[in-house]
């Protein structure tokens, strides 16, 4: 539970301010859950639009990152409705890729060919598919997180801030951070390692998935999915997202906790670059491959 999570830690998983609630927002868009009531609704034997059973057509990863010169996390989201999941996967700058038979760190790769070649990377080292990708600026991000809402935050002690040239003191326990707290909060400290990062940034993710997955209605979340992939660099099209309402209806309605965490376990190389360990690349072969959703659980 995040509640049980020490203050530093949970400070530290806000870190790349951009990335934590960007990526929240993409996975509930994507999702385009219509309205909570929908949430104990039962599939009718007598009404066949009640009901909708998703298939692999369905199923879109998205690459994310910071739209910046040298981004020093990237996330893959896999929206999987067919497993009911939605899985994500941070990993660092300094994880390495094969790109045209040649091992380079993600960063390396990013800086010589872009976001589209650390996508092709992804595709030819561990043969995943990367259907989107998404890149916001630091700058889109302020307005994008105050028009997103309150989010329920658990402190584990006092955190000063200061919001609009005023100081405020947010109490131990739990605080319900509008836009502006929340983002002076993400930028009130600085990460300590882009791999800490990995670990912790998708706990927070998950948490916030599960906890705002009922609040957004369809309208919004189709005004809110337009105004994201404005402010950025995507690929993404809106037909990405009408074309997947059906099968977020039934995510929603079927599956409380879709979230689900791939860890970053690591080997480190003699030259600091990263190498994934078998049993984390096992589990991103076995959640993000194409043939994931012919799996059970």
Not at 10 to 29: H, K, Q
Not at 63 to 88: A, T
Request: overall charge negative; charged content about 20%.
């Amino acid at each position: 539970m995040f509640s049980s999570f020490r203050l530093r830690s949970f400070l530290m998983a806000f870190t790349s301010a951009f990335l934590a609630f960007l990526l929240f927002w993409m996975a509930v868009l994507m999702l385009a859950h219509p309205s909570a009531a929908l949430s104990n609704v039962q599939p009718s034997a007598d009404s066949q639009d009640s009901f909708y059973l998703p298939g692999e057509s369905d199923c879109m990863t998205l690459l994310l990152c910071e739209q910046r010169q040298d981004p020093q996390l990237f996330l893959l989201m896999r929206f999987q409705p067919v497993r009911g999941k939605i899985f994500l996967f941070a990993f660092p700058r300094q994880m390495l890729l094969q790109l045209d038979g040649i091992s380079e760190p993600a960063g390396s790769i990013f800086a010589s060919h872009g976001i589209q070649g650390v996508r092709t990377a992804l595709e030819q080292s561990f043969s995943i598919p990367c259907d989107r990708y998404l890149m916001l600026p630091r700058s889109a991000f302020p307005q994008l997180l105050e028009a997103f809402g309150p989010t329920r935050l658990h402190l584990d002690r006092d955190v000063t801030l200061t919001v609009n040239s005023v100081v405020l003191t947010l109490k131990q326990g739990m605080q319900l951070l509008d836009g502006q707290r929340m983002w002076q909060l993400l930028l009130s400290r600085t990460p300590a390692s882009p791999v800490l990062q990995c670990e912790l940034l998708p706990k927070l993710l998950a948490l916030c998935i599960h906890q705002h997955l009922s609040l957004l209605s369809e309208e919004n979340s189709s005004r809110l999915f337009t105004a994201v992939v404005n402010a950025g660099s995507s690929d993404l099209v809106y037909s990405d997202f009408d074309s997947r309402r059906k099968a977020a209806d039934f995510l929603s309605r079927f599956c409380e906790q879709p979230a689900q965490i791939i860890p970053f376990s690591f080997v480190k190389n003699p030259d600091a670059t990263l190498s994934l360990s078998d049993s984390a690349e096992k589990e991103l072969l076995l959640c993000f491959s194409a043939e994931s959703s012919e799996l059970k659980e």
